[in-house]
């Protein structure tokens, strides 16, 4: 018990701040990792997004709801306990410190659930909406761009050594193609320290690993 009171009187202070900033995905990742991982509305992959989106809303509205019972279902619990509407059972001031515990990182949990919510429900706003027949339609021109796409960076991935997986990622994070041709990334400037620790561009690197 000594340990918990010692933890929980800094903890006091920090329960705030985390439900203030919690949120597991950012806004940028919802945007480049999770939307825009099937392309732009430009390239025709409108469709795809908005399922997307309309998909991880679904769930998360499950997911937000479930909290929402489990948060109030404890309310009431503690509240009966408090006014003594229940009868007393052994060791029930443990099983209201517990309840406090959970409810603590309900609250922290849902805001961050909400939060990503709001930011999904925002990008949904920004894309058109489509007919049952606009997705099917759609389908052949974006699974051949995603194929193609695939095929260019696992070319670039054995050429140049650089694992698909991260060009994927730089891409989404990019918003644009950075594989003009076989063994080269175009559009692309990350820093870089070299070996006499001077900052220096990585840029239109090649098979051969060449830096600016």
């Known amino acids: 018990m000594i340990e918990l009171q010692v933890v929980d009187k800094i903890y006091a202070g920090l329960h705030e701040e985390l439900v203030e900033i919690s949120q597991s995905r950012s806004a940028f990742q919802l945007v480049h990792f999770v939307v825009q991982s099937h392309g732009n509305i430009e390239s025709g992959a409108g469709p795809r997004m908005r399922y997307q989106i309309l998909r991880e809303m679904q769930v998360m509205r499950g997911e937000i709801a479930k909290q929402v019972v489990d948060k109030e279902r404890i309310l009431r619990e503690l509240t009966r306990i408090e006014?003594?509407?229940?009868?007393?059972?052994?060791?029930?001031?443990?099983?209201?410190?517990?309840k406090k515990i959970l409810l603590a990182n309900i609250e922290v949990e849902l805001?961050?659930?909400v939060r990503e919510f709001n930011v999904l429900h925002k990008i949904l706003q920004t894309i058109p909406k489509y007919t049952r027949e606009?997705?099917?339609n759609a389908e052949v021109k974006y699974w051949t761009q995603r194929l193609e796409r695939q095929y260019r960076q696992g070319l670039v991935a054995s050429h140049a050594g650089i694992d698909r997986g991260d060009l994927t990622a730089m891409e989404q994070c990019s918003g644009s193609e950075m594989i003009a041709d076989v063994g080269k990334i175009t559009e692309w400037k990350l820093p870089v320290i070299k070996r006499d620790g001077e900052v220096g561009q990585l840029n239109q690197a090649t098979s051969q690993g060449q830096i600016d």
Do not use: C, I, N
Not at 86 to 98: A, H, K, S, W
């Open 134 to 136: 606009d997705h099917d």
């Open 83 to 98: 006014k003594k509407e229940v009868p007393d059972v052994v060791d029930q001031d443990l099983d209201v410190m517990e």
């Open 111 to 113: 805001a961050g659930r």
